[in-house]
């Protein structure tokens, strides 16, 4: 459910966006969501409202704190209004010269 | 690849940078004109990064990065990653310090990774700009400040 940013946040609800180089989801303001759902429920819509095609390996960070995605918000610590940051994480490297 | 192609592709992947995410991260996009890109990134209590990519013929080939202190000089020192994405010994190619990592042209380039092309790469999720550059800064969160 969209949130208007003015409005409180109801009980029980987090008003959350989920930011990516791609883009926000949502594409505006934020979505409420209950406060003991998966975070990976608003991470699998976000990634497919942004055609992002696999996540595999992403990462999910609020305020640089690593998040779980196969828990609540609640068991996250997040409450009330949060961006979450979703992105790759570093790949490989390791060339000597 | 055609430059008007490579530009509309370039434009696409850093105009969507969303201001939202540049606060949480603390990215300062210092220069957003084809070919390059050029940010900033902050953090408490490290040394400031400035990357610059140089991102001509955009996909056809990945980015080339280059590391600078925050005033666009040298670095001083090199970020020690623990993953060695980030390397003080130089390039062969250009002699200086680079990010050796998949989606970096130095890295591609490099003798050591030219079996593993960037056409295995290029069309896959998180090696558009923002996913390369995303990888660079977490890259440089992990190393000592």
Redo the contacts between chains.
Sequence with gaps: MAHNEKDDVPKNHVAV?I??????WPLSGSELVPDHQKLEVALEKAAKALE????S??IATA??RKLDPTKSYLENQLSNRC?I?F??????????? | MHSAAAKALFLRDVDRFPEVLLQERRWTILEREYPILEVLFEADARVPLRVRLTCEEWNALPPSIKLMSKGGGALAKMPTAPGAQLHSVPHPATGLPFVCMVGTREYHTHPVHRGDAWDNYRHASGYDIGGILTRVWRAWLTALP
Aim: hydrophobic share 30%; net charge negative; glycine share 28%.
């Design positions: 966006v930011a990516t180089t791609a883009g926000t992002i095609t696999n996540t390996g992403w305020g640089g961006t940051d992105g790759p994480v570093e790949s490989g490297g390791g060339a000597r010269a």
